[in-house]
């Protein structure tokens, strides 16, 4: 079978969705840092939707972490498939908005020279919530963080998100170059103030003259990003290389779902994303939100209670009517009540959602979703409980999900197994476990105190710690099924 590349894609068997457009025409607009399955399944399909009236808005990503998708898509000329799955089939469709793969740490000073040249007008990210180096409670910067102080001792060579930003910015400004427009594309909450909270702080820390322009001209648009996007399997790979007639390295599978929601602040100019399917509003935060709580909140929550009962993938979890009654509530009562979305129906988002989630075809594991409960808990979980504690409301649902998390973290299931917990505070979160010895009260105390996930005020507030510490004695005596089919009611 022969590679994906250019010269393969001429011949792919009809009704394969390829490029419109002429790849020896197009020009790179954008840099994206954070080279994932996310980027690829949603942005990139944007852009390529864009290319054929706007040329000059072609991708080229970068790695920050792992040389695995330059490997990969190297050797195709930047192609890669998409496969939209779900219960009525597999449909691929070939991407072409991706010219090039550069690997940060290899090709630093190739990807920062591209940064800091004036044909770059978006640098946007998705390097997920670690990515940021920054507290996830408070959302701000932690300026011991190791990349940081890597970072500030060697600023030109920088290994960060902040750094790299910062340093191709300060590069233009040297040059007297316009800066781009900084775009995150990342789940967390006011994701565009964040990123600018993060990234002025880092430049003071560089130089107060350098972070005074970046406050100034540098413009840092919020945005919902949303679109479910497992990892690729090896079978994945083989499905989706013999639909296509031709080798893909790694194809990515995705629902048919997408959303995009962009604040309208690009002073460097932007391509018309409104014109293939993205809203482009003035306040993006309460959409933000929104998704935060209702479908990543969800899925954590699914994540943490269905890996500890068994549950392979979401759908499997959703294949359980206790389970689905458990978020169904969970969003109604708990959710739902804290949002402020004049003009959406909130009742059919969450019907939708949970559509998405039982998609028998896409296989989400829960695993993965598991992964980074420390950075993901705040904006997912801990902040809708805020707003019910304040308001003297129940968390029954919302205080499980939490119980589930830190039953999860303990790193042993209910069989007695291993569960490979990965997480920036994996060693610390194992080390209180250990401590605790299965004792739920213990684990409890020792958690709460993590204050980079539940801040000073939660440890202080008796429901919340009644509500989660009564959840985990039960998810530890009776386990996790049992637990969900009691509270789902
Ligand atoms: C998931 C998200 O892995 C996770 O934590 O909750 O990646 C989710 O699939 C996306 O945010 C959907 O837009």
Redesign the pocket.
Known sequence: MPRLTSQSLAAMPQGIAVPGYDRAMIKAGIVHLGIGA?HRAHMAVYVDDLLAEHPDWAIVGASLRRPDTKEALAPQDGLYTIAIRDASGTRPRVIGSILEVLDANTQREELIALMASPAIRIVSLTVTEKGYCHDPATGELDPNHPDIVHDLADPRSPKSAPGILVEALARRRAAGIAPFTVMSCD?LPANGRTTRRIVTRFAALRDEALCQWVEEAVAFPSTM?????PATTDADRETVSSLIGAEDAWPIMTEPFTQWVIEDHFPAGRPPFEAVGAQVVEDVEPFELM?LRM??GS??TL?YLGYLAGHQHVSDAMGDPAFVKLIHGLMTDEVMPTLDMPGTDLPAYRDELLARFANPALK?RTW??A??GSQ?LPQ?LLGTIRDRLQAGEPITRLSLGVAAWMRYVTGIDEKGEAIDVRDPLATRLSAIAAEAGGDPEKLFDGLVEVPEIFGRDLPENATFRQAVAGHLASLMREGSSATVRRVAG
């Open positions: 996310f789940n990003v949303d679109r479910i996007v998704k479908l990543n899925h954590s994540a989400h993965q979703i992964m980074d993901k997912r």
